[in-house]
């Protein structure tokens, strides 16, 4: 039986991107022409979209104007993280590579749920040198909504798979609830800004990836 893993980037894979959190505030100023703080919106575990209509509803722009202009923001976005791209941006965390390779070997899966939009996370993916264990993703440009990437995902990996099948695993609340939404399995890591014990709703949670072997116990049952 097919079993489709699904992984978080930012706080899962890798860590958080410098370029790609200070693209937010450079985006709001250019296009929206509003001053915002990247740095104290609790922003963990959103979307991208739902990061800039956040932001920019706190400085009091509609969601008319936000909705106007949010094609040419997403590709200013893109443009910054693009243009100013640095190793950074890419870290992998501590034994993502072995994991993945596990993962791969015992004939699983891999796709990405991310609430980086598609082409942000998918030059991150390459430079990090792995994007080819991914066969398919949600992203942040396709949702504001994070578990409606799950049908993403399933739609791009273009066949029917049971949803008690399918895992998430990610660092934050809003994943599991993610998980919750989208009557897939949650798995919480601890690698991301919260502690293990916000991550107690997921069917499984890990402290990282070294315990590989614990993660692909669960796979298995």
Known sequence: M???ILFDIDGTLMEESPTHTAA???VCKEIYGVDT???SFPRHGMTDTGIMYGLLKKQGIQEVEIKAKLDIAFQALIGYVSTNLQPADYKLLDNVKNMLDA???NGYISGI???NLQPIAEIRLQHAGIEE????GGYGSDSIIRSKLVDYAIQRYGKNINRSE???IGDTPLDIKAAREAST???GIATGVYPITDLNGADLTLKNFKDINKLIDFLKN
């Open 113 to 115: 749920l991310t609430g």
């Open 37 to 39: 703080d990247i740095e």
């Open 103 to 105: 993962v791969k070997v």
């Open 2 to 4: 097919v079993k489709l």
């Open 133 to 136: 264990y991914f066969l398919t």
């Open 166 to 168: 399918i895992y998430l």
């Open 185 to 187: 399995r949650a798995v």
């Open 24 to 26: 937010f505030d450079y």
